[in-house]
Each structure stands twice: as C-alpha cells, then as structure tokens.
C-alpha cells in the first residue's frame, strides 16, 4: 500500500472568492446536480444525499477533493470552516487508485468525495472530462458500497489558481512540481465550498440496492455529527 506523505500546509490567510450560482440541470452517468435550497422538482436529491457544502447546519464529515491526472492524482481535505488542507499525491491508477482513494478517505473521516471535472472555458467538456467519468463511475459504485457519496465539481482554473497561490506562499519551484496536484485538489475543494455545493454534481451507482445502502448510511452519518 502507497505510504500517505502529508503536502506542506500554510494556507490560512486565503481569501476566498464566492462564485455566482450555476444552473440547475442533470447531468450523465447518474449524476444529478444538487438543486439549490429554495428550487422544487422531482430530481431534488433527499437531503442526506445533498453535499456537505450544502448542509453544514445539520452537521457533517470532512469533504475529500481529488483532482484526477493521468499519471498522479492530487488530493486535499477540508470542512469548509477553514481553507482546505492539501493532502499528498499518489502515483497509482486503476483499481490500485481508486481503492486507495476510499481508504484515504474513510481515514481521514471523510463521508464523501469531491472530484475535478476537466472542461474548457466555455464549460464544455472534453476528452479528459470523459475518462475522469469513467473513472468516477467506477468509484461511485465502490464509495456507495462502503456508505461514501461522490461528486464531480468544475475544476477549470484550478491548476493556475493552485500554482498562484503556492508563488504567494513562498513555496519554492522544486517543492511546487512534487506538491502541485496535492494544491489544485485543495482548490478544487475551496471552489466547491465557496459556492456552497452549488456546482456540485452526486454519482450514483445505477444498482438500486446501492443507491439504498448508500442512502441509509448517510442518514446514519447525519444523525451522528
């Protein structure tokens, strides 16, 4: 098993920008976009499958962000009461990666998982937004098993708001190439929080008995914290 190497921290004096709120809508492979508190609708998900972001008041776990590579995958926690801490960086793939994803996260007490989607400055998606799906897929049906939700969060930008931040930090450029996937991953998580989940979208496994297991536990979850 990969050995979890914590990415150097620092991060308190980040000025978090709020986002303007982004339409409602549904999206593919089972992934339904969480309407905003006010909005109706036969897709409005129950409120245990809503995202901690958009729950905070009735108490909840930690939020990993993941930010998907082709050869490393970033990672980041946070709660969304103090800026998100960058994690580590693992070199895996496969179903090496994603179980190791949903054993971080069960360590470091996350109940749900917050990954990038790649799309263009028009919000379009693109080649990359596909394999990051495929992926996530897979992911979700595992997470459900295990009572853990995911979600697919816009993460254009990130890299460059990742690397600004890390020059602002004094972070020097070597430790900048080990640690960067570990930053864009927080920044994935600070978008996410700063909308108020907003922006992002649940999975779900297809298997209704999933989609059940993973309901109850999160209802579990919520009376809980």
Do not use: W
Not at 93 to 106: C, N, S, V, W, Y
Not at 113 to 127: A, F, N, Q, Y
């Amino acid at each position: 098993m990969a050995t979890v190497k914590p990415a150097a921290a620092g991060a308190a004096a980040f000025r978090r920008v709020p986002l303007p709120p982004q339409p409602r809508r549904i999206t593919r492979f089972g992934a339904i976009r969480a309407s905003p508190p006010s909005a109706g609708g036969g897709d409005e998900l129950p409120a245990a499958l809503l995202p901690n972001a958009r729950r905070r008041r009735d108490g909840c776990g930690f939020s990993l962000g993941v930010d998907l590579g082709e050869a490393r995958t970033g990672l980041a926690v946070g709660m969304g009461i103090t800026l998100p801490r960058p994690l580590t960086v693992l070199k895996l793939r496969g179903q090496r990666l994603e179980t190791m994803l949903l054993d971080i996260a069960q360590q470091q007490e996350a109940d749900e998982l917050i990954v990038g989607l790649p799309v263009s400055g028009d919000g379009s998606e693109t080649p990359q937004s596909n394999k990051v799906r495929s992926v996530v897929g897979r992911l979700a049906v595992q997470a459900a098993d295990r009572g853990l939700r995911v979600y697919l969060q816009d993460e254009h930008g990130t890299s460059i708001d990742a690397l600004e931040f890390m020059i602002s930090r004094g972070i020097k450029r070597s430790a900048r190439d080990v640690q960067s996937d570990a930053y864009s991953a927080m920044m994935i998580l600070e978008r996410y929080f700063s909308s108020s989940g907003q922006g992002a979208n649940i999975v779900l496994p297809k298997q209704q008995e999933l989609q059940g297991k993973l309901l109850a536990r999160s209802k579990q979850d919520a009376e809980i914290y």
